[in-house]
């Protein structure tokens, strides 16, 4: 069976330090990866996608990058963490089933970031 | 680009209620649509999902939804609810035919039951 893992789960940075959040998917091979952000009484806002190693869509300009070296690892990065930054980070994956389209996005348990 | 409407934002039941949240979202084409739930402390887990065929589909814990392509509409219902279904929920869509199965989410209902 497929699972998603995203670490850490709480992390704690100061204003203006480096930013590295992990996701890798088991189970599945070339599956689409995505970053959203969740903030309260706003719903999922998507940050990154990705439906291949290498190949990055941002939806929203923003302090962060995404990166994808391998087929099943997506990282979210900041070379400086501004306080805005501050949040819950989902990952997320899916795949595609022939004429069916998209299959429902299966999500991490998310990283709460905070910025001092 | 599409949208996802979630009229009520907190919702507030006491045991044994029926529930209805509502869902309306924009996209002329064909979707796919999910309601997804996140419990306090917990991961968002998919609750129900429309694909195609019967408009009236069944989810986790006895929950359902209606798809009504006219309203454009797919409303989350229960018969009657429990303490334990106090949680956050979302509707979500895709366009069928995208390969890059962007999601796009409405804002989120916050359900909360008084036992």
């Known amino acids: 069976s497929q699972t998603i893992h995203q670490w850490p789960a709480t992390l704690v940075q100061p204003v203006g330090s480096p930013l590295s959040l992990e996701c890798t998917v088991e189970?599945?091979?070339?599956?689409?990866l995505y970053w959203y952000r969740q903030a309260a009484g706003r719903g999922l806002q998507l940050l990154f996608y990705s439906v291949g190693i290498g190949q990055i869509s941002s939806e929203v300009p923003q302090n962060l990058s995404a990166s994808r070296p391998q087929d099943r690892q997506f990282i979210l990065s900041s070379k400086k963490l501004l306080l805005s930054d501050s949040g819950f980070y989902l990952c997320?994956?899916?795949?595609?089933?022939?004429?069916?389209?998209?299959?429902?996005?299966?999500f991490g348990d998310g990283t709460r970031l905070s910025i001092l | 680009a599409q949208s996802v409407s979630q009229h009520n934002h907190h919702v507030i039941l006491s045991e044994a209620a029926s529930l209805e949240l509502g869902c309306n979202y924009s996209?002329?084409?064909?979707?796919?649509l999910f309601w997804y739930v996140q419990y306090p402390g917990q991961h968002l887990q998919l609750l129900l999902k429309y694909f195609s065929g019967d408009p009236l589909v069944k989810g986790i814990k006895g929950f359902e939804a209606e798809f009504i392509k006219s309203k454009f509409s797919f409303n989350l219902r229960k018969p009657s609810v429990q303490w334990s279904d106090t949680a956050e929920y979302f509707c979500a869509v895709v366009d069928r035919g995208s390969t890059l199965g962007r999601l796009y989410f409405g804002r989120g209902t916050q359900l909360t039951v008084w036992p």
């Open positions: 189970g599945t091979s070339n599956p689409n």
């Open positions: 996209y002329g084409g064909t979707v796919n």
């Open positions: 997320a994956w899916s795949v595609l089933r022939g004429q069916k389209g998209n299959q429902p996005q299966h």
